[in-house]
């Protein structure tokens, strides 16, 4: 997916709340990188096409508003508003997030792939 994105020339956005919950998984020791998550993301940033895409307030209180997501993962809510803000797909294997783009997707303005 990632190579068909930059070969149509797209752009590849990482949220800040995407590198706050890697470096939290191996923290937790939930998943193993080769390197430390700090030079992971800034390898990650360093490809052509990818942009990091911070988290501002406005988004933050988007992920306050998704009434129909039930989950109550707040990481979650905030990397389904910053996909709402950016007018983009959440890659993603979450079954949670899969679900509600389909359930709800059109309410929000909301698409989730898995890729």
């Not at 129909?68 to 905030?78: A, G, I, Y």
Request: glycine share 10%.
């Amino acid at each position: 997916m990632i190579e068909r994105l930059w070969s149509a020339g797209g752009t590849l956005l990482v949220s800040a709340v995407s590198a706050w919950e890697i470096g939290t998984l191996v923290e937790k020791g939930r998943i193993a990188l080769d390197v430390t998550p700090d030079a992971w993301l800034r390898d990650i940033l360093r490809q052509p096409g990818v942009v990091g895409l911070p988290l501002d307030p406005m988004t933050a209180l988007g992920g306050s508003g998704l009434a129909e997501f039930t989950r109550q993962d707040p990481m979650d809510r905030l990397l389904i508003a910053a996909a709402i803000s950016q007018d983009c797909p959440l890659v993603t294997h979450d079954a949670h997030i899969l679900a509600f783009a389909q359930r709800y997707g059109g309410r929000y303005g909301f698409a989730a792939i898995n890729e």
